[in-house]
């Protein structure tokens, strides 16, 4: 039985010292943004931590941890914002925070907020390292870290504390763990609506494992058959001489047809697929890790697969009593706030209006570019062969933000969680010398910083 069979986890200590190089330099990319927003602020009179921890969704999320759900703005166009919106556990930990320490529930949020952008760099490595290597997942945490909206990782948002869980929950997937998994899952469907992602990740790759094993077990009666109708044939053939059953040609065809056969590790398929040599693992390229075929094994996927949706099923049809519309009643919420899924055709309105005058014509053209970038990484990340888990979160994660009816000033925002399209540009990074990475690191990691600070200080919500 090889790691392939049962991943091995390792020992916490021993992954977090593996892990130390990212944390660190994520650590570090976050405190220079958190000082550039300081110095931005107070030059403009305003003060960072209550851009941080008090304004726009920041507000929201501590109402419903202080008075609880039943809050709604009525607006004179007759829209209705509910806070039934705002999905519960982060408010719900913020109210823990605040019941044993003396903050607030807005300081809650915020050190929610840092704890889990923390957790979320590490399950990021996590996740990179299993299926590249190490020195790709401390490119990918530095590249998630310097994302232009990368600010709002320490804001009182559930963008950090959302990917946290579904980073984690991936490499559950990846590693075999699967009640973890599904725990986590139905966590992060408990954050944010988008935590259907996770779920449909973990089920995809949940059902890929089923369908292997019959695949395996068919295969396996397969072989049972030939191998006892040679015996069969054999026996009425009789027995043969000794310089018979020692014929080299019989052994060069043996040797002729294991050569040939895909290595254990996967290296043949990665080089055919553009992996780097990093990438070490079969599940690079079969999508799910491979599990013994026990009934153990089984009943474990099926529970993780069965919990995964009952954080994000159990709130929605929560919502759905409270106010009296049924199992759709969370999307007449949403549609309060003039948000739902219409594949993309507002946005695609919202960009074209752009061109309309030439100032606005250069952010028209800027919002092209970047959509084209995030659709040419999801596609390089197929063509990667990317693990099954983590092209179905990514693939879910993209469509709900770009295919959003509303909000568009938000979609970089809500693009923060599909940290799997960075690994292509991850193993880019990876391939360059230490001093010549570290240099873009630290420049694009400035940028990050000054956008930042302009973007929280401006008049929209991010």
């Given at each position: ?29 976050r405190a220079l943004g958190l000082v550039a927003l300081a110095l931005w602020s107070g030059a403009r ?264 949706p009952l954080g994000a099923a159990g709130y929605v049809l929560w919502v759905g009593h409270r106010t ?139």
């Amino acid at each position: 039985m090889n790691d392939l069979d049962a991943p091995a986890v390792p020992a916490r200590s021993g992954a977090l010292r593996r892990a130390a190089p990212a944390l660190l330099g994520y650590a570090a990319v976050r405190a220079l943004g958190l000082v550039a927003l300081a110095l931005w602020s107070g030059a403009r009179g305003k003060d960072a931590y209550t851009l941080l921890t008090a304004r726009w969704d920041s507000l929201w999320y501590t109402r419903v941890a202080e008075l609880g759900y039943g809050y709604e703005v009525r607006l004179p166009n007759g829209d209705v914002h509910s806070n039934l919106a705002f999905f519960p556990l982060l408010p719900w930990l913020e109210r823990l925070v605040a019941a044993v320490s003396p903050l607030s529930y807005a300081d809650g949020g915020f050190v929610v907020s840092v704890l889990a952008s923390l957790a979320a760099a590490w399950g990021i490595f996590a996740v990179a390292d299993h299926v590249y290597g190490r020195r790709a997942g401390v490119c990918a945490v530095l590249l998630w870290a310097v994302l232009p909206v990368g600010i709002v990782q320490s804001m009182a948002y559930s963008e950090s504390l959302f990917t946290a869980l579904a980073a984690w929950s991936l490499h559950a997937v990846l590693t075999g763990r699967w009640v973890t998994a599904g725990v986590l899952a139905g966590l992060a469907g408990l954050t944010r609506p988008v935590g259907l992602a996770v779920v449909a990740a973990v089920w995809a790759a949940g059902i890929t494992s089923f369908l292997r094993e019959r695949t395996s077990a068919r295969e396996h009666a397969s072989t049972r058959g030939d191998a006892s109708a040679q015996e069969h044939t054999s026996a009425r053939e009789g027995s043969s001489s000794a310089q018979d059953r020692s014929s080299p040609a019989r052994y060069r065809t043996s040797f002729a047809r294991d050569r040939s056969a895909v290595p254990e590790d996967g290296a043949r398929a990665g080089k055919r697929a553009g992996v780097p040599v990093i990438a070490r693992r079969t599940q690079a390229t079969e999508g799910a890790p491979r599990t013994t075929d026990t009934s153990g094994a089984r009943l474990r996927r099926v529970l993780g697969m069965l919990l995964a949706p009952l954080g994000a099923a159990g709130y929605v049809l929560w919502v759905g009593h409270r106010t009296g519309d049924g199992p759709l009643g969370y999307l007449d919420v949403q549609a309060g706030w003039r948000n739902g899924f219409d594949g993309g055709y507002a946005f695609a309105r919202f960009v074209a209006d752009k061109f309309t005058s030439f100032p606005s014509a250069l952010a028209g053209l800027g919002l092209v570019v970047g959509v084209g970038l995030v659709v040419r990484l999801y596609v390089v990340c197929v063509r990667q062969r990317q693990p099954l888990p983590l092209l179905v979160y990514a693939g879910i994660v993209t469509a709900l933000a770009l295919c959003a009816s509303s909000y568009f000033g938000s979609k970089p925002r809500l693009l923060l969680p599909a940290f799997p399209l960075l690994l292509p540009l991850a193993l880019a990074l990876a391939r360059l010398r230490t001093p010549r990475s570290a240099l873009v690191v630290g420049v694009v990691a400035a940028a990050s910083a000054a956008y930042g600070a302009f973007w929280l200080n401006g008049s929209g919500p991010p």
